[in-house]
């Protein structure tokens, strides 16, 4: 079964300033996706970013950029010039090779990001 | 945007009852997930539908647990009779086939 290791509970960082949520995770494929999820305190899942293994270019969205080591099992987000609308919980989630009958996700743990003004 | 749309966001009820939780799917989409989140903890997965069956369910979807496609537009999760432990925030998303995945926005469910 696949794992997804969020190995920093909680970081913290000032506004403006650039922070990386570190993803490890772990599987025996080489055709998946892997996605980083924002979760505010109302808890609605709001996607930040996607990254398709068999794309070598890291995938960025405006602030927020990945950093895919598909050999080491690594998938790192990193935000940058943040702000306080950037507090929430990332969760960092692997999704099965696609197959006709399923899709699902497998999640990380978390790590609560705080944004000290 | 189309959305995932769930009902309700919020509901509470007595252990040893059964709730039904509602979620409108986005129109095109063919796969249908239930996940669970209790609170302070990781999204865990649930149940996957394909084609009017389950085509995945986790250790966690016990007997209690079923899901249902009863029209061409909702998918429902009932649990059957409920217990403390089942408080949680439950996600609907829904799928196409190597594309968008869209989460609904949850329905918060308190066991009392």
């Known amino acids: 079964a696949q794992t997804v290791t969020q190995s920093q509970p909680e970081m913290s960082v000032q506004e403006a300033e650039t922070v990386t949520l570190s993803c490890t995770y772990d599987t025996s494929e080489s055709d998946y996706y892997l996605f980083w999820y924002k979760q505010p305190p109302s808890r609605q899942m709001i996607l930040v970013i996607r990254?398709?293994?068999?794309?070598?270019q890291n995938a960025t969205e405006n602030r927020f950029s990945v950093n895919f080591q598909k050999a080491a099992k690594s998938f790192s987000l990193k935000i940058s010039d943040s702000q306080l609308g950037d507090a929430a919980m990332y969760f960092c989630?692997?999704?099965?090779?696609?197959?006709?009958?399923?899709?699902?996700?497998?999640f990380g743990t978390g790590t609560r990001l705080t944004i000290i003004p | 945007e189309p959305e995932v749309t769930q009902t309700p966001s919020h509901q509470v009820t007595q252990m040893g009852q059964e709730v039904i939780l509602r979620c409108v799917p986005i129109?095109?989409?063919?796969?249908f997930y239930w996940y669970r989140q209790i609170l302070g903890q990781k999204v865990e997965f649930l149940v996957s539908f394909y084609n009017n069956e389950i085509s995945e369910k986790s250790e966690i979807f016990d007997d209690q647990f079923s899901v249902e496609r009863p029209d061409g537009s909702n998918f429902t999760l009932k649990i059957r009779s409920t217990k403390l432990e089942d408080s949680a925030m439950y996600f609907c998303a829904s799928s196409v086939y190597r594309g968008g995945y869209t989460f609904g926005s949850g329905t918060r469910l308190t066991v009392v």
């Open positions: 129109s095109n989409h063919l796969y």
């Open positions: 989630a692997y999704r099965s090779p696609p197959e006709f009958r399923n899709e699902k996700l497998t």
């Open positions: 990254q398709e293994a068999y794309k070598q």
